[in-house]
């Protein structure tokens, strides 16, 4: 059961100042056991970082084009989005991916998009949209400690080189326990591969509706944006039908998946009421050599 990993090297965020030291066991219980004891840090709204900017890009994309209409519906997304308040040092973060040209910054911001679209549609303009809309921004954050050339192979991950990407959302959550304390981020890196139990790492508990919302967002990112092992992106269409099928042999939360179906349908009526139709040809690339990661058979710890 992968459900912890010890470090065989520093975890160090992206100014050098040291996370984690070498021989840390990073695990549910001590990412719980970090996030009680961090500092509060002051916070401060997206709009007011250099990051701002930023939001438009996929509000913007012909891609999802099916998400972010009418006018007021991207300006409602707009709006709860730039009203994220979070601290410096995790802007910091996403400002290294950017200058890197990291396609996890993208990623981010598409995921946040999305998944604030997908709560839009059932709980409005709550209160607590912004706090969920940072841990959308934040779930990969992970992924940050993973070599970069990962995010580049046209091929199937070796063996050790798939171990180094599940091993991220335990480094993510634990980044952010440091930093956010008991912040729904740190459920949200922990928990994005969960997959129903057929992921990675092991949980003890069931994610939270809204952290199976991130989860689906950040799939439906995935699916929709290049990667250098497929010859396309998926279309919107085709995307659905990928996390409809995974809805379907259990692989996704069905109720979440069909709030995604919600967005692109409109957000009109009730999401409940979703029936998933047939996987339609056409909306796939031609060439698409990903295999799903497995996580390891137990800890290596």
């Known amino acids: 059961m992968f459900d912890r990993l010890i470090l065989t090297e520093e ?24 996030a009680a004891r961090a500092p509060r840090i002051t916070r401060r709204p997206l709009a007011e970082t250099p990051l701002a ?23 409602a997304v707009r709006r709860l989005l730039l009203a994220t308040a979070l601290p410096d040092a995790l802007f910091a ?34 209160r607590g949209v912004p706090e969920l809309a940072g841990a959308a921004l934040l779930h990969d954050i992970g992924m940050r400690h993973v070599p970069p050339y990962l995010a580049h192979l046209r091929d199937k991950l070796g063996r050790d080189e798939a171990e180094r990407v599940a091993a991220h959302p335990l480094l993510g959550a634990y980044h952010l326990a440091r930093t956010l304390g008991p ?14 139990g057929q992921g990675y790492p092991s949980l003890v508990s069931t994610p939270s509706r ?3 919302v991130v989860s689906v967002a950040s799939a439906f990112a995935a699916l929709t944006q290049p990667r250098p092992y497929r010859s396309a992106a998926y279309d919107a269409r085709g995307a659905a039908d990928v996390l409809v099928q995974e809805a379907m042999s259990q692989q996704a939360d069905a109720n979440t998946v069909k709030l995604l179906v919600h967005a692109l349908r409109g957000g ?6 979703i029936r998933f139709g047939r996987e339609r040809e056409g909306h796939a690339p031609d060439v698409n050599r990903h295999a799903p990661i497995a996580a390891p058979s137990r800890s290596p710890v």
């Open 11 to 34: 975890l160090a965020d992206c100014r050098g100042d040291l996370v984690a030291a070498r021989g840390t066991v990073l695990s549910p219980e001590s990412i719980a056991e970090a």
């Open 53 to 75: 900017a930023d939001v438009d890009v996929p509000l913007g994309e012909e891609r999802y084009r099916f998400l972010f209409q009418p006018a007021a519906v991207r300006d």
């Open 93 to 126: 973060e996403l400002l290294a991916l950017r200058r890197a040209g990291s396609p996890i910054h993208g990623h981010a911001f598409a995921t946040a998009a999305i998944a604030v679209r997908m709560l839009l549609g059932v709980v409005g303009e709550a």
């Open 183 to 196: 912040h729904p981020a740190v459920q949200a890196a922990l928990g994005h591969h969960w997959r129903c």
């Open 210 to 212: 809204s952290m199976e």
């Open 268 to 273: 009109a009526g009730d999401p409940r009421q």
